[in-house]
Structures are given as C-alpha cells and as structure tokens.
C-alpha cells in the first residue's frame, strides 16, 4: 500500500464517482424519456443523479488532488494560520530598511533558558548550556583576540612553543576540566570517545584513524571512492593541532568534511578529541604527541 500514490489513488477515486454519475444520468435521461417523470424508481434516480451532479460541481471546483497553483490556498477554518506578527525575513513597514527581523539593542541580556512555565516562575540562574558562555568548554577558544594575518587572510594565531610544551593562543591547548568532569575522569571520556569515533568518524577514517584512499584506505569512504581521500588524523600535521582546534575542526568542519556540530554533542565532542589523542600515540613515537 506504501508504493501508491496517494494522489493518484484519490484521483481514480474521484473519477469513478464522476464516471458512475455520467451514467447515472443518462440511464435518468433515457428512463424519463421511456416511462415518464413520474414513478419511485425515477424519484431514486433524480436524487442519485442530483447527488452525482453536486458531487461533480465541487470537483470542478477544487479539482483534482495533487494540481499545483500558485493562488493562494482556500481556508474554510483558518485556525491562526494568519496572525498580525513578523516572520523570519518578514517585511516591516515601521522601520527604515523595512527589515522585520532586528540586531538586539545594545546593552541587553540575553534570555539564559530558564523555562518560567514548567518552573512555575522560579528562576534558579542562568543555564550554562543555552547561553554557551565558556568558549574553553563550547568552542574550544582561549583567546578569540589572537589573531594574526597570513596571505592576507586574518586567521587564529598559531600556538607557540616553549620548552617542548604548547603554548595556548587562540584554541585551548588541552580538553577542558569542565569536559573531564562531566564524563567522570579520563578513562570514561576516552572509552566514549571511542565510541562515538566509531559511529561518527570511522566510516571515513577508519578504525585506526588514518583515513586514506583506494588500497591504502583505512575507512569505507575512501575503500569505494566515495570522496576524496580522507585525512590521516594520526598523523604529525594534526599531532601538533592544540585539542581545540581538533574540536574545531569536529564542529564547524574543514575541506571535504562537513560540521558535525548538529550531529554530535559538545561532551562527545570532546571525547572524541581524547581518543584521536590515543590512537596518535599508539603510533607515534613516545613523547612525539603535543610536540613540534
């Protein structure tokens, strides 16, 4: 039942009814002719054929399901459909540009997600988690001014490094405490990075994480040639990233790969950032990880 089209089905539907009402009144037109106006059979005829005929009135009307056209759609029961409010990218006849939708006065504060309904008024804070304050925890940035112009693009600035240990500058060098604490230490952040890595990332990258294409690849994408060769994330180049651009990269995207930000979840986020830290140092050499 699943392969019919609906439309189409109503459609013969609508067409058998029509068809039976044409023969309804000729069979009416031929019996009047024959036996006369009067009489209960022609009685039943003249309201069967009466009943056709409206019914074949309203679908020349509305017409058949499925027919496109640009006139505005009838609404017997409106039901709020038309409400005096602006819509996204509505048209405003107050203001200037006559763009409804408006940048925020300056100076306000932002709604924090409480939600006054259910909490019958009671307003406990601010709920970190709308508002997204902590750019460490949400964004993976340490300082959005460290900036630096390169091929005259303005881009975040790179890490420096000291001693043999990453410098923070514009991405944070390491996970944040907050991403540690909320899965309950190391050992079950990395085990449900691995799990989300798996689900997530693995199809491109593989298991091991080394990507590739063709008989070197290590995922599926790249095994069939799905799309081009995926990056070897364990390799030198993303060793010496700072964990918040991983996490970046995780978010928003890079080249072929697209943002799994909608996708995934901030912690797991972070995991998976923590497991791309162990499989680079199941194949590095010892203490080349973090180092450049």
Not at 91 to 108: H, I, K, L, Q, W
């Amino acid at each position: 039942m699943y392969d019919v089209d609906p439309n189409l089905f109503m459609n013969w539907v609508v067409g058998i009814i029509l068809a039976v009402g044409a023969l309804l009144l000729v069979v009416t037109l031929v019996a009047s002719a024959v036996r006369g106006r009067s009489g209960r059979t022609m009685s039943y005829l003249y309201m069967l054929t009466t009943l056709f005929l409206c019914f074949g009135v309203v679908v020349a009307v509305l017409g058949f399901r499925g027919q496109h056209s640009g006139a505005r759609p009838w609404h017997i029961f409106l039901d709020m459909k038309y409400q005096p409010k602006y819509t996204a990218q509505g048209e405003s006849v107050f203001f200037a540009d006559g763009r409804a939708m408006r940048p925020p006065p300056e100076n306000t504060i932002p709604f924090d997600g409480t939600d006054y309904a259910a909490d019958a008024g009671f307003h406990p804070g601010p709920k970190a988690d709308f508002l997204k304050a902590d750019l460490r925890y949400y964004q993976g940035i340490a300082d959005p001014a460290a900036k630096e112009t390169r091929d005259g693009a303005t881009l975040p600035k790179e890490p420096g490094w000291k001693d043999g240990q990453m410098v923070e500058t514009y991405f944070v060098a390491r996970i944040p405490d907050t991403a540690v604490g909320a899965a309950g230490g190391w050992e079950p952040l990395v085990k449900h990075g691995r799990q989300q890595f798996n689900v997530h990332c693995a199809a491109c990258h593989g298991a091991s994480g080394r990507g590739g294409a063709g008989t070197d690849a290590h995922g599926i994408v790249g095994a069939y040639g799905l799309s081009v060769a995926p990056a070897d994330v364990t390799g030198v180049t993303f060793q010496s990233q700072p964990d918040g651009q991983l996490f970046n990269t995780i978010t928003n995207g890079k080249g072929a790969m697209p943002a799994y930000a909608p996708q995934v979840k901030v912690q797991d986020r972070w995991a998976v950032v923590s497991y791309l830290r162990v499989l680079q140092y199941a194949r590095a050499t010892p203490g080349a990880v973090g180092k450049k």
